[in-house]
């Protein structure tokens, strides 16, 4: 009896030890020395602060902050520090459309007009047969609008932004292939409000963080106090990183609005993997719509045969690594970053948040699923690194370019009063050019966080330098009639800067909108 009571000891012990076992053995599988790894690639990287996430097998494996909230700040970053998803934020508005389609209120292929009749898109069949699959897909073909530095239409309201879009012209033939786009993803957290109405805000509090658990987590900047354990956005501006303001995206909150710690994103996480669209037990959203949001249902195109496929879900960007599924998402906006990372297959997931923009939170997405598929000797900040460093100096020879282009002791053709006045743009609303002394001063839909100072170019090019220093610069130009009087501005909004941290131009994506005089 006592040998067999040592024995069942000893198997009781065994079991008590389970979870400490599972941790650290679930923890020894991560790089070598990864707190010292991602704490030298932060600096690296001259990153003001960050904070790293991991999930396994149902659980949370890793959660730290390093760094500080604001440069200067002494004030460490720690896992419950509040970071800005931006873009992430795109599969949280298609898992609350989920919940809504589990509720037979909605299908992922209802035409929008059937729930917003008065929605337009320039072509007359396109907005027929415009579907929430088409607006969550980035198959609609309407491209950016702004980019990510400007906010458009900044006081206006969802809706009156998405009025807009009537008079937008497609980039891409509709369905024809992958375009992202932000406006897209308004309009399909619009669908929320008018199927359940509850605003997208609020049903995303009451559906998923509140029963997620992830009780830091907002849809707008406003819900954040002072006082909240919050990170502060910086940006590289001519060459050296600094603190710069903080904005309100709340009209294109579905697109990228949300706020979270790592500690809650770690919840998210968990909530896709396992049994996707249960937490702690409880079903929130049934795994045919799960299987909806993770699958690949856009192709991306490819320059390379070889590459793994790429395609996007419903707010997920889908690929291949060595074998496996890879479902993730990027988001960068004002000084922002954000990289999560799922691979369903080892129940695992990484996400790394920021508050610059870099490209550090893909490698150590890297670093960690190589550790968990058979290690690799690759150190991939040092090769994310060496990219950036190359592209950094390609976009400055370019700029430098531009900048010899320059034709110089050129004037305008007209008095500087003449080039004030009010001009207008169907689809962009309305633009003010007014004299302050010497200078003329831009202002787009009468928002003074949107104002420029008109640097004179050459000839009647000008160069708009944001007094928001991390909107940078752009280029436009006024036009003339044929009695010699201005006609018209065409403004070039630089939509996807080929490196923000050397400025706004050079970009290889880029649209020219006319504003006439009125």
């Known amino acids: 009896m006592t040998r067999l009571f040592k024995r069942l000891l000893v198997v009781i012990t065994f079991f008590l030890a389970q979870p400490f076992f599972f941790y650290a053995q679930e923890e020894s599988r991560l790089p070598e020395n990864i707190d010292d790894w991602i704490e030298s690639s932060r600096q690296d990287w001259n990153i003001p602060g960050m904070a790293v996430g991991i999930v396994k097998d149902g659980k949370v494996i890793y959660a730290k902050g390093f760094g500080e909230k604001q440069l200067g700040s002494g004030e460490s970053v720690d896992a419950n520090t509040i970071f800005s998803i931006a873009s992430v934020s795109k599969n949280m508005t298609a898992a609350a459309l989920g919940i809504l ?3 037979g209120k909605i299908d992922w292929d209802d ?15 396109v907005t027929q047969e415009l579907t929430l699959r088409d607006a969550l897909t980035h198959r609609v073909g309407l491209g950016r609008i702004l980019g990510n530095r400007l906010q458009f239409m900044t006081e206006s309201s969802r809706d009156s932004v998405l009025y807009r879009m009537r008079y937008m012209e497609l980039e891409k033939p509709f369905r024809s292939e992958f375009v992202y786009n932000n406006i897209m993803y308004s309009l399909a957290g619009q669908i929320i ?17 509140e029963p997620l658990e992830m009780n830091s987590t907002t849809t707008s900047i406003s819900a954040i106090k002072t006082e909240d354990n919050q990170a502060y956005p910086h940006q590289e501006i001519e060459g050296k990183v600094v603190p710069i303001q903080r904005r309100n995206w709340d009209n294109a909150g579905p697109a990228g609005g949300v706020n979270a710690s790592i500690n809650d994103l770690n919840k998210w996480m968990l909530f896709q993997l ?11 959203i049934s795994i045919e719509q799960m299987n909806e949001i993770h699958r690949p249902q856009m192709l991306r195109s490819n320059n390379n045969a070889k590459s793994a496929q790429a395609s996007y879900g419903l707010g997920w960007s889908i690929t291949d690594y060595k074998g496996k599924r890879v479902i993730t998402h990027g988001g960068a906006t004002d000084g922002f970053n954000t990289a999560m990372y799922l691979m369903p297959e080892l129940e695992l997931g ?20 190589d550790a968990y598929l058979g290690g690799n000797d ?14 950094y100096e390609r976009a400055m020879k370019i700029r430098k370019e531009i900048h010899n282009a320059r034709v110089k002791k050129t004037k305008s053709s007209l008095a500087i009063d003449e080039y004030t006045g009010v001009y ?22 009468d928002s003074e966080d949107l104002e420029a100072q008109l640097e004179h170019w050459h000839f009647d090019t ?26 018209a501005l065409d403004f070039e909004f630089a939509l996807r800067p080929m490196l923000l941290q050397v400025g706004a131009y050079p970009s290889n994506y880029t649209r020219s909108v006319r504003f006439t005089k009125q």
């Open 101 to 103: 389609v589990d509720q």
């Open 111 to 125: 035409k929008i007009t059937d729930h917003i009749p008065w929605f337009q898109l320039k072509d007359p069949w």
């Open 193 to 209: 409000e008018y199927v359940d109405g509850r605003t997208w805000d609020v049903f995303l509090k009451e559906e998923l963080f």
């Open 274 to 284: 396992g049994v996707p669209g249960n937490y702690n037990g409880k079903s929130l």
């Open 350 to 369: 990484i996400i790394v948040v920021g508050n610059t923009f870099n490209s550090l939170g893909n490698a150590v997405a890297y670093q960690v699923m």
């Open 378 to 391: 690759v150190d991939w900040s040092e090769l994310y690194l060496k990219s950036y460093q190359s592209s």
């Open 424 to 445: 207008k743009s169907s689809a962009y609303g309305k633009v003010e050019i007014r004299k302050e002394g010497k200078n003329l001063i831009l202002r787009f839909w």
């Open 462 to 487: 000008y160069r708009a330098i944001w007094k928001n220093p991390a909107q940078r610069e752009e280029f436009m130009q006024f036009h003339l009639n044929k009695e010699g009087k201005i006609e």
